[in-house]
């Protein structure tokens, strides 16, 4: 008898997840990549490690102080956690750097250049040097540091420059200062086409007229990190958006977690820093490169330099859809679905829009986890409230880095007349569902759309999505329950065709593996999804892949399971796809199950699955089954995109084997789907859920 619990059968989870942030900085180095686009993953790497370290590290850093021993099946201790999370990142800060000085040696090649202002020459200087007066100067916050003037409350996240000062006319008097660099000023200023200088390099060449009197002996540039993670003391919250709103605030004022700084730091000034920020030396990261890298979106974003960029694709709308019907007609009739951020996010904006000017639809539901600033969606639901109709919005206020957003709109939706939801106690709601009821046939119909994203037309055309529409009647008593479960008290949480957590999803998909397990080697799994964390579901597929069962795993980011251990999990494939597009879709083939396809807004986690209310959506309709079984497959034999993870926890990225047809996943969809729309265009035929017709070179 094998033993499960045995901890070297799991990886760490932040180790994990360090691993999918490597594969994304990866993209930074791959010369097939044009240089904005490795810029842009540059970008993307240290935002995420930014979030990492508010988050993940804040919260390893409380349970070490906590004195808790281990948190996961792998049973490491927080301290564990902190020195290899600490090794880890100080050796690939490394790589990190020799990714950046390539990218930028290269740009510079090409007519667009980052610069110091030290480096710039006389008459660009003079150009820096008018900016600097006309926007630095007037809103640089300069601080002195002494007993009148104490340590100031830095924001999380902010860039800073700190100072070592000797009075000009007491030699003795040595002194310390801030300059803080606000916000609303640009992270690389433009001085013209093509020639960006760094803000701090720009302010640190005229701190003499900063501090007027002072010689500036050294200097250097600094960020701090805070922890951010906001805890909300839901028992207590008689207003929960006046506690939320005080959580925000709090947030500010988390203890510190990282400081970043630069390279050749003179000692006295860190000791200075340190005395204040009560920060470790392991948690101080030198770099020889820019700080708060996660700004270069701004040059990326240079339309003057697109050509050195990815060609954007246009999602497009199909048939169904975009054909002058009626889009509630259209749903009478059949099931749709679309896949972002090839299609369209329009005909889900369309839906509701629709919903909110139709004279015979009495009530709209939905919820909203994470919304743009300038959401159509929202728009219109105020709009259907002002018009009339009922409208339901559970609008997540703890939805992560979200918050503030939430909140402007759940107040927004209030006024317009709105019943708005702001959570559950003790959970979060991160179901994609909207509901609209209309009157056909002096009938009440019920029309659904789901899906395995937010309801977010930004995000909508970078993460690959699915997007469900539907007017099934075996959906429509779920999800009338699913609101009623919402809105009121409730102790049925339980649904008979829909899947809910934290009550059915996850021993659903235990009893769907041990079906499989029980088939043998008969029995086959595909699971495609963001993260693989829970051990029970971990422990299961380790029991399939015992009896014989084959399973193959798409996992973009953190899997604690490890595949191939001679008789545990030989059986278990695991690869993760990163490319120009986030992977974000959860699908599910189960081969024997009745039906074998499903989708969700879950991934495989302890907070999904038991902390969260979420949705798991069985795809009754065998065409758009086949074509969601058409799209695991297509990125199982993915070989330009794809990372293979090993059984000693590392990945491998996929190398196409001599004379092997080359597979980008993405490239291939994005390519399928705009064929199909200029064919369409072309010949204007009404087609029907199009199938992928997925093959090596096809």
């Given amino acids: 008898m094998k033993n499960l619990n045995d901890p070297n059968l799991y990886t760490n989870r932040e180790l994990s997840w360090l691993q999918f942030n490597s594969r994304v900085l990866y993209q930074a180095k791959k010369a097939s990549n044009p240089l904005l686009e490795r810029l842009k993953f540059i970008a993307i790497y240290s ?30 201790t927080p301290h564990e956690q902190l020195e290899r999370i600490d090794e880890y990142l100080h050796n690939e800060k490394k790589i990190l750097q020799a990714y950046y000085h390539d990218i930028v040696e290269n740009l510079s090649k090409v007519g667009l250049h980052i610069k110091e202002y030290s480096d710039l020459s006389k008459e660009l200087k003079k150009s820096a040097d008018e900016y600097f007066y006309e926007n630095i100067f007037p809103v640089i916050i300069p601080i002195a540091i002494d007993a009148t003037h104490p340590f100031p409350p830095l924001n999380n996240l902010s860039l800073s420059l700190a100072i070592k000062l000797q009075d000009q006319s007491q030699k003795d008097i040595i002194r310390y200062a801030l300059i803080r660099i606000p916000r609303l000023l640009p992270r690389f200023v433009q001085l013209k086409d093509g020639i960006y200088v760094t803000i701090e390099s720009l302010v640190r060449d005229h701190a003499d007229d900063i501090f007027p009197g002072y ?30 709103q005080q959580g925000l605030r709090l947030r500010k004022k988390g203890a510190f977690v990282r400081l ?5 730091v003179n000692e006295d000034i860190l000791n200075f820093l340190c005395s204040h920020l009560n920060i470790g030396q392991k948690d101080i990261f030198r770099y020889e490169i820019p700080l708060n890298l996660s700004a270069l979106w701004s040059i990326v974003e240079n339309k003057k ?9 246009t999602p497009k709308t199909l048939p169904p859809f975009g054909q002058n019907e009626s889009i509630f007609k259209i749903l009478d009739k059949e099931d749709v679905l679309t896949l972002q951020p090839y299609e369209s996010f329009e005909p889900v904006v369309e839906l509701i829009q629709a919903a909110a000017k139709d004279p015979k639809v009495l009530s709209i539901r939905m919820t909203l986890y994470r919304v743009g600033k300038n959401s159509p969606v929202v728009q219109a639901l105020i709009d259907a409230a002002n018009n009339g109709k009922q409208v339901t919005a559970m609008v997540e206020l703890k939805a992560r880095f979200d918050e503030e957003n939430n909140l402007i709109w759940a107040k927004a939706l209030e006024e317009a007349g709105a019943h708005v939801i702001y959570g559950i106690h003790g959970f979060k709601v991160h179901a994609k569902i909207m509901q609209i009821i209309r009157k056909s046939n002096d009938k009440l119909k019920v029309y659904l ?10 995000t909508a055309k970078v993460y690959t999505d699915v997007s469900y529409f539907t007017s099934r009647d075996e959906f429509r008593s779920d999800s009338i329950t699913f609101f009623h479960i919402l809105t009121g008290f409730s102790k049925n949480h339980k649904l008979n065709n829909l899947n809910l957590s934290p009550t059915q999803i996850k021993q659903k998909l ?24 829970d051990p029970d579901l971990i422990k299961a597929l380790y029991q399939a892949s015992i009896a ?45 199950s009745k039906p074998k396809v499903y989708i969700s807004s879950a991934d495989w986690m302890p907070r999904n699955m038991e902390k969260r209310y979420e949705l798991m959506i069985p795809i009754y309709n065998e065409n758009l089954a086949k074509r969601l079984l058409d799209i695991l497959n297509l990125q199982l034999s993915d070989n330009q995109l794809a990372w293979e993870l090993k059984q000693d926890g590392k990945y491998h990225k996929i190398t196409p084997k001599k004379d092997e047809v080359l597979i980008d996943s993405q490239q291939f969809l994005e390519n399928h789907i705009n064929k199909l729309y200029k064919s369409i265009k ?17």
Avoid: W
């Fill in 548 to 592: 014989g069962v084959k399973i193959k795993l798409i996992i973009r980011g953190i899997c604690c399971l490890k595949p191939g251990i001679k008789g545990i999990s030989e059986n278990i494939h695991v690869i993760s796809i990163i490319g120009k597009y986030l992977e974000h879709s959860r699908i599910f083939y189960f081969k024997h």
């Fill in 305 to 313: 330099f697109s050509h050195l960029a990815l060609s954007p694709n």
């Fill in 449 to 458: 759309h789901f899906s395995t994203g937010n309801y977010n037309e930004a």
């Fill in 510 to 533: 235990l009893n769907m593996i041990k079906l499989e397990k029980e088939k043998k080697d008969s029995g086959f799994i595909i699971a495609k999804m963001n993260s693989l964390v």
């Fill in 215 to 244: 010689d500036i002996l050294s200097s250097t540039t600094f960020r701090v990190t805070r922890n951010a993670d906001i805890v909300i003391e839901e028992e207590e919250a008689d207003d929960f958006m006046e506690i939320l």
């Fill in 260 to 264: 970043e700084i630069e390279k050749g």
């Fill in 47 to 76: 935002s995420n490690l930014d979030e990492f370290y508010m988050i993940r590290v804040a919260g390893l850093k409380q349970l070490f102080s906590a004195r808790i021993i281990s948190s996961g099946a792998d049973e490491m």
């Fill in 682 to 698: 072309k010949n204007k035929p009404t087609i029907k859920n199009t199938i992928i017709k997925t093959g090596k070179g096809k």
